[in-house]
């Protein structure tokens, strides 16, 4: 059963320094993993998708990697603003299963301090 | 708009009490999809539609629980004699093409709390 885990589930850092987030999970059988971005009361903000064949996407200061043999993928936000606090969710999209679920994770939220 | 819109926003049902909750997805998209998300948690599939056809409600977690998108764009989850256990957010999301593979755009949600 496909599992999404991520780790830590805040984190706190000064304005300018680089944003690691960090996404697990448990079965390499997937079609995707996708990044989005959830701010209080809202829905969720598509950041960034990574097929299955591909290592990373990127898009201007968001760079997501993808390590499937592992089963994790990163997200980095490069120089961090304070308008970069909210929570980051990943989500796989399992293949194999003759469903179309997919999995998220719990959120990584972020407070960047000015 | 050009994204996808819920109805209502807001939702408070007493206990027993039915409740119909709306999506219009991105026009002209195949795919739609449900979700429940309960607090600090992220959201749970529920069910996929392609189209007017239902291809998975794997995730529905009672018989309550219904969903139809008929005519194959506006969708309505219904939930039947609410409990408690429903209060949570119902997230629509919609993408492009069918499978449900690709990039999923979201709707603002819809909080139902649930007396």
């Known amino acids: 059963k496909q599992e999404v885990t991520q780790i830590p589930a805040a984190l706190s850092v000064p304005e300018g320094e680089n944003l690691v987030l960090n996404c697990s999970f448990t079965d390499s059988a997937i079609y995707n993993l996708q990044w989005f971005r959830q701010d209080p009361g809202k829905g969720l903000t598509s950041l960034l998708l990574?097929?299955?064949s591909q290592r990373e996407q990127t898009s201007g200061r968001l760079n997501a990697s993808l390590d499937k043999s592992s089963g994790r993928s990163t997200l980095y936000i490069a120089a961090s603003q304070p308008g970069d606090s909210a929570t980051y969710l990943c989500a796989v999209r399992p293949w194999g299963t003759g469903g179309f679920k997919t999995i998220f994770g719990a959120g990584t939220r972020p407070f960047v301090k000015a | 708009g050009a994204g996808v819109s819920q109805s209502p926003r807001y939702k408070v049902a007493k206990r027993g009490q039915d409740v119909a909750l709306r999506c219009d997805p991105i026009s002209g998209h195949v795919s739609l999809f449900w979700y429940q998300q309960a607090l600090g948690q992220g959201p749970e599939f529920l069910t996929y539609f392609q189209n007017e056809a239902q291809l998975d409600k794997s995730g529905l977690p009672s018989d309550r629980f219904f969903a139809e998108r008929p005519e194959g764009s506006v969708s309505t989850l219904k939930i039947q004699r609410t409990q408690q256990e429903d209060s949570a957010v119902y997230l629509c999301a919609s993408s492009q093409l069918a499978g449900g593979d690709n990039e999923q755009f979201f709707g603002p949600g819809t909080r139902l709390t649930v007396l």
């Open positions: 990574i097929q299955s």
